[in-house]
Every structure is written in C-alpha cells, then in structure tokens.
C-alpha cells in the first residue's frame, strides 16, 4: 500500500511524537511505501536523533521561527490552507490520520479523492473535551495554545461539528488504550478498535536491584552513582512533575541519598520546577538532563529503581509502558490510562489520586521491599509489557485495519 501517515506536527519530544514516527516505519519494516506529514516540523525539538534518520514533508506554509508561537499559529494557518494541496496526495491508498487536526485531513482527501482513512485517537480534541486537570492548570495558556483555545471558543459549534464528522466518518477509529479508547467511544458514539502505544524489548536482561544506579548520561563519563526514581513526560503543567518532587521529601528520612533524574526537553515549567525543588530543600537531589538519546534514555529506564508517573487523568501514558518493557517497577494514579496498564501490586502500585502521601507511601513500599521481592516486580513488569504492549503486536493491528479499509476502495495485494 502506498500510505499518507498525517500528525498534529513534530516539534517537542513527546511519546505523541514518538508513536507516529514508531507506527510509519514499522509500516515501512512491513513493506509499505509510507510517507510522513505534519503542519509543522521543527526536528531540532523533535527527536533530532530519530528524525534525522526519518522524512517528515511539511503540509502548507512555513511561518518564521522569530514570530511570536509561530509553530501553533503555523498549524491553524495550513488547516486552513490545506484544500490547496489537495493534488499532492490524490495517488495514497489510504491515510492513517493521528488525532486532530490530522482526521480532518483524511476526511477531506476522502471527499476529495475518496481515499480511506483511519483514525487514530490518543485522545478526544482537547480544546473541545478538555480535562479537568487541563482546566485546572490553564492548558490553554502554555506558550504557543492561546490563539488556539481562543478560536476554539470563538468557533466551537462549527469546529466541533466538523470534529465528531471527521472522526465519525473514518473507516475506523483506533484508540491508545482501552481507558481512552472508552473514553473516545463515549465522545464520538462510534466502534473503535484497541491499539496501544508500545515499546522495543531491549534484549537485554532485566537488571536486579543489585546491579542499578549506574547510567551513563550525555558524558560517557558521567555516570549516576546514587540510587534514583525516574520521570520522563512532557515538561507541562498538566504532568504534575511537582508531586514527584514532594514524594522525594517525604522519603527523605528514610532515604536520604535517594535522587530523581527527570528527563526531557526544558519548558518555562521546568523553572518552576527548579524554584520548587529550591523551596524544598532538595538542591542536588533533582537531576534535569535536558533531552537524551534512545540509548541513554533506556538506560536510565533500566536503571532507575522506581518508574514515577505523576500526571493525573492522563489518557494513556507511554512512560509507563517503556518503563515496564525495562524491567523497571511503576508507581502512578489509580485512575486514568496508567490504571489500565499497570496492574497494581504485580507490575507496580497504584495510589489514591492526587494523595502525594500515599504517592510515597508506594514507593516507599517498593522500595523497602526484600530483594526477592523487587526483583519479581522487574520481571513480572517486563513479562506484562512484551505480552500486551510490544510494538510488533501494534504495528500488526495497524497494518490490518489499514489493509481493511483500502480493500474497500481498490483490489489490494499485500507484500509478501
């Protein structure tokens, strides 16, 4: 199949990101001619290191980067603009359209071109549906959303019909997860099939507590030599990284030269992050490493003693599931995504939302565990996320639904 794979855009290094990058060239690996798409592409923030070695073609106009949050302003401006490049893509079998404004695409090249398309949703469109914790935090005011959420305002009968129209029309729905995904169904009142984000096994043993705390960073040299928790997300206030920070204090008395390393690329948050831990008395204890290379970032993963989830009524949560396939137990809400995906007291503990005291309390638990004990976690968490989350059982989904909805328009022979 010759297939178009439309996303949001590529400009922070989110799993968002990560997913569509894994789902074009697993489709590739299968032996489809895919080709990737997005309002906007900015690979110096994007997983430079993936896409250096993977085309993303930009759909529209490019804005310049000296305008003020010129990579949202640009993705509204080629929604708008996109019936002018209606030609360039006439030739695709199908599209595989990842949430919004991405399902619009494939809706109009469907009624343009009467090209199949599949929808893959991690989420509802946020700016219709938000979350309470998305309320909460002003999600409309991060750097770069305001023009956004305030046309959604402005617009939002004739852009939320044009967004259950879209999503109800495609040839299926996919969902991230079973939580989102009956979430979606609800929402758009259409079928949907389970496809969950996933991770590579890393073919390499799982790491008992013995052998831990000891990762190279971005200096091969440089080595963590104290026993650490682990956070890697988006640095946005809907994350909620601050309650990583208070679980850290509490444990402090009982762990006094236990650290956390927090991953990703830094965000006006991360400043008030670094004021928090400032406030908090924990000046050495809190590592920001700043974005890190696939290699680097696993092995952080297999190294960290407890994998911390702190954002609450997230929809799915790829953190957890890398962090699984590791070897590497997780501590999260029980609520959301992450309450479908780990299963409390095998691959980790789950702890009454927004309780930062029972948060610690978990980790304490895995953390006091016998070696035994910990080290079951590790493997039963491993031997949880190969059966249920590994790539290949994603890409096999994906590949079949797409195959679905193309022989609905044409006489189709797959590669052998």
Known sequence: MKIAVFHFGFFYSGGGEKLVIEQAEGLRQRGHEVMCFAPVVDSGHCFPELLNNFSVELVGVKIPSWWPDWQMLQVLVNCFLFPLFFNRFKDFDVVLAAN????FFGWCLNRRWGIPYVAYLAQPTRHLHP????????????????????????????INRLDQTSIKEASEMLTNGDYIG?????????GRINCPAG???????????????RPRLKDENAFVTNP??????????????????QALKLLSCDFPNLGLIITGEATSYTRELRRLENSL?????????????QDCLLNLYQNGLVYLYTAPQEDFGMGVVEAMMAGTPVVAWNEGGPSCTVINGLTGLLARPWRVSDFASKVKDILN???ERYNQWCFDARKHAVKYYSYQRHYEIVENTLLKAAKRNISYSPPK
């Open 100 to 103: 919004q404004p991405s399902v």
């Open 131 to 158: 979350r309470l914790i998305d309320l909460a935090t002003d999600f409309g005011l991060v750097k770069g959303w305001g023009l956004a959420h305030f046309l959604a305002k402005l617009f939002r009968p004739f």
């Open 182 to 190: 009956a979430v979606l169904e609800n929402t758009y009142q259409r």
């Open 199 to 213: 991770a590579h096994p890393s073919g390499r043993d799982v790491i008992c507590r013995k052998g831990r705390y």
């Open 228 to 245: 650490y928790l682990l956070i890697t997300n988006r640095h946005f206030p809907q994350k909620r990284f601050d309650f990583g920070l």
């Open 281 to 293: 008395g924990l000046n050495g204890r809190v590592k920001f490493t700043g974005l890190v290379s």
């Open 369 to 371: 565990a016998s070696e």
